[in-house]
């Protein structure tokens, strides 16, 4: 069911797993053996550990994409794309209030809602 060998990331969710491939997007797995390609994340090139959930939506830390979020049923969309020093996103973190996102060019922070 996989559409790459090359694991980064991860993310257990109930009875699912989300695996992020090095350069072939993020996988929904069920526990029968079959698997999906998230819409919208067909292509990403996951960072390692690059997969989280963040109020409830599915986040990936993208080498080159930038930091992308996606609902159930709808398609990835960028977070701050514009505002991030670098499309290289290795890391982040929500703190008291703030989105920060490590890039391989510096550090940004978005003010969550």
Do not use: K
């Not at 797995?29 to 959930?53: I, K, M, Q, R, Y």
């Not at 398609?75 to 991030?84: D, I, K, N, Y």
């Amino acid at each position: 069911a996989l559409t790459h060998d090359w694991i980064n990331a991860l993310l257990a969710d109930g009875d699912a797993v989300y695996a992020g491939t090095y350069d072939a997007g993020v996988i929904r797995l069920t526990a029968d053996g079959e698997g999906s390609p998230v819409p919208g994340l067909e292509s990403a090139w996951v960072n390692p550990a690059g997969l989280s959930f963040r109020r409830g939506r599915l986040t990936v830390a993208t080498l080159g994409d930038g930091y992308l979020s996606v609902s159930r049923g709808a398609h990835a969309a960028p977070v701050s794309r514009a505002g991030l020093p670098s499309d290289d996103v290795t890391a982040s973190l929500v703190h008291d209030g703030a989105l920060y996102i490590g890039t391989r060019g510096g550090l940004a922070s978005v003010r969550l809602p």
